[in-house]
C-alpha cells in the first residue's frame, strides 16, 4: 500500500530535522520558550538555552517534543513559519502525499504522508551528513550553557542490528509504530 495515507507520528522529526538544518548552525544557541509541550518530553524548562546540536540529538534520540518545538520557535516567524517551510520542503522534494500542521507529528487528523512519501524523505534525508550521524547514535549526555546535563538513548532499537544506521520511530494512538 504504498499509496496509503496515515499519520507520521514522530517521524514527522525527519523533515523538521531537513528544515531546521537549512536554517540553524550547530553552536546556535537556541531558548526554550515553551515548558508545557504534550507527549514525549526530556523536561526542558522554559528561558533555558541550548546549542542547536544539542536539541538536535533531543529530538532525534529520545523523540523529545519539547526539543522540537524549542527548534521551531526559536524559526524567524516562530512556528507558523517552520511548519509552512515543512511543507513547501515536501513540494520540494515531491511529497505530493504529504502534509504537516506541526513539527513534531501530535496532530494525527492533519498530519498525513504515504509509505512512499516517507521512504522518499528518508532516502533524502539520510543523504545529509549530519543527520545521518544523528540518527545512527544510541546514546548522548547534552546540557543546556548552564551545565545541566540530560543522558539521553535512541528510542531505535534497531540499531543494535548490524546494517541498522537509522533514521527516525514514531508512535501516537492513531498512527500505532511508525518507522
Known sequence: NPSLRFSPASTTK???TLVALEEFSLTDILTVFKDDVEGSTLGLQK???FTFEDLLYAMMLPS????TVAIAQNYPGGEIAFVAKMN???KELG?????FEDPVGLLDERDY???LDLARLSSYAMKNPQLAKIVSTKNRVISNTEGKKYPIENLNILLDIPGVNGVKTGFTQEAGQVL
Do not use: S, V, W, Y
Request: cysteine-free.
Open 88 to 90: 513547501e520542503k515536501a
Open 113 to 115: 504522508t504515504t509509505p
Open 47 to 49: 528561558n533555558e538555552k
Open 64 to 67: 523529545a517534543n519539547d526539543a
Open 95 to 99: 511529497l505530493n502525499n504529504t502534509h
Open 14 to 16: 525527519i523533515m523538521t
